[in-house]
């Protein structure tokens, strides 16, 4: 290792790597996290991204990590070529943006999917239909079939609903009482206590490969 700081970010997190295995490791994430709770007396911080828990993001069956490079819209390996003329990126730690969240004083509210805080904070209302399922007037037909394409690519599971991971931290004494934390199919119109099959606790990230 080039440093101190790896070791000891690998230590905190419990990361064992096995013979061959590549992990990636963000050492400013962390700090940012510090820096933006040290801005707020009281408030949130929501955090949206594709990553997972340490115990998932560095386990062994990752053993080339998630670093990819973007260039004109193909993704590839080859992480030095063409310096400053693409894209690297690598999944989030959750748990390490958690537990810098908490040194500095704030608060674990909930980790969920993309798609269960939009449902529970009423995505499907911008769906304009009437009460016998036509649509209104206030949209051509054309631009609802947008939005409802559009949603559904923030919302379905094979697509950005559960790649996509929602982290809620509260600083001071901002409520704790969400609705984007609260159970969807409560709020999409299903009778209470009908959860779904499966489904996560509510504040709980649902484990959908990406």
């Not at 992480?79 to 040194?103: C, I, S, V």
């Not at 991971?165 to 969400?178: P, Q």
Request: charged share 25%.
């Amino acid at each position: 290792l080039s440093g101190e700081a790896p070791a000891r970010f690998m230590e905190e997190a419990g990361i064992v790597p096995i013979d061959g295995q590549e992990v990636d490791l963000n050492l400013a994430a962390p700090c940012w996290m510090n820096w933006a709770v040290g801005l707020l007396q009281r408030g949130y911080l929501v955090v949206v991204d594709y990553g997972y828990e340490a115990v998932d993001l560095y386990r062994p069956a990752r053993g080339r990590g998630t670093l990819l490079a973007y260039h004109r819209h193909r993704v590839h390996e080859d992480f030095l070529a063409r310096p400053g003329e693409q894209d690297l990126t690598a999944h989030l730690d959750f748990t390490a943006l958690r537990r810098a969240a908490e040194r500095s004083g704030g608060r674990f509210l909930g980790l969920t999917t993309q798609s269960r805080f939009l449902l529970a904070l009423g995505a499907l209302d911008f769906l304009e239909e009437d009460a016998d399922g036509g649509r209104t007037e206030t949209a051509s037909p054309a631009r609802q079939a947008a939005d409802r394409e559009a949603l559904k690519e923030l919302v379905l599971p094979e697509r950005m609903g559960d790649r996509f991971r929602v982290l809620v931290l509260g600083v001071g004494d901002a409520s704790s009482d969400l609705r984007g934390l609260s159970a969807p199919w409560r709020t999409a119109g299903v009778a209470a206590g009908a959860q779904p099959s499966g489904a996560p606790a509510n504040g709980s990230a649902a484990e959908s490969e990406a």
